[in-house]
């Protein structure tokens, strides 16, 4: 008999019982996800008045950026539902001594402080952007759905989760060290919001290096742009160099934050020591 713990176990016990919590508190379930909601609906009609005045940005027409905005959508409910919430109580557990009883369970800890909340009220701005994405796909000028879309779209998402994860764990893992990081949300805030935007936007004097710099130093312009441009983009030469590093990139992203996240936790003292 393995002594091993089940991953896949253990993450869908943390989903079912954080499931269980929501559903107790409905009303605040129900609030969360409407406000949540909302909010990303409010985004959405701002660029519809945009587009009023414009027929295009920087390329990318109003179905085309969409698409792009339903990509957004989808990749941060994911991250919002399933690693935000821990990352931000990383912080508390350090200040508690709550992450000495996660070092001494049997599972990894880095698996375990990522995971062990899920915030399923966040999922409904997942539902939304397939409804968007449902819209516009068909509205886009000559646009035809291949075997390409179906296989890499869902892909570069995760992809693209696993790069703001990498970035997010990072971020946190620095409250080990400053026994409290209350600025983690607002940093990661400022930090991601570069990836809300078409990367042809960053030219310039200025915004060429921030393009080169969140593209190759931090590569937050990949998480959206890649995805978003395979399904409403025909595909270039330019995209496949791009997708491509899309790869490098969340190797090199999980690899960095896995050995910040280890020289944290050796640098961690317990709350009681």
């Given amino acids: 008999m393995s002594h091993h713990p089940s991953y896949l176990g253990v993450f869908l016990t943390f989903a079912r019982n954080s499931l269980i919590r929501d559903m107790t508190f409905r009303a605040n379930f129900i609030i969360e996800s409407i406000s949540s909601v909302s909010w990303m609906i409010m985004n959405l009609g701002f660029y519809t008045l945009v587009y009023r005045k414009t027929t295009n940005i920087v390329d990318w027409d109003k179905y085309e950026f969409f698409v792009f905005i339903a990509t957004t959508m989808i990749v941060n409910s994911l991250v919002q539902t399933f690693f935000m919430p821990n990352a931000q109580e990383l912080s508390e557990l350090v200040r508690t001594g709550g992450l000495d009883f996660a070092l001494l369970k049997p599972i990894d800890t880095q698996f375990l402080v990522s995971l062990r909340r899920v915030n399923w009220s966040s999922l409904g701005n997942f539902v939304v952007a397939i ?28 992809l693209g989760v696993l790069i703001l994860y990498s970035v997010m764990i990072t971020l946190a893992a620095t409250s080990i060290w400053l026994g409290r990081n209350q600025s983690l949300y607002d940093f990661w805030f400022y930090l991601t919001n570069f990836s809300r935007y078409p990367m042809e936007i960053y030219e310039g004097a200025w915004g060429t290096p921030l393009r080169q710099v969140f593209t190759f130093v931090i590569p937050i312009l990949v998480v959206i742009n890649v995805p978003a441009r395979l399904l409403a983009k025909p595909l270039s030469s330019e995209f496949a160099w791009l997708g491509a590093f899309a790869f490098v990139a969340t190797v090199l992203c999980l690899a960095v934050s896995r050995w910040v996240f280890k020289q944290a936790l050796w640098s961690y003292r317990s709350a009681s020591s």
């Fill in 131 to 158: 409804l968007l994405l449902a819209y516009a796909l068909p509205r886009i000028d000559g646009w035809t759905l291949s075997i390409w879309h179906v296989l890499l779209y869902p892909l570069y998402i995760v």
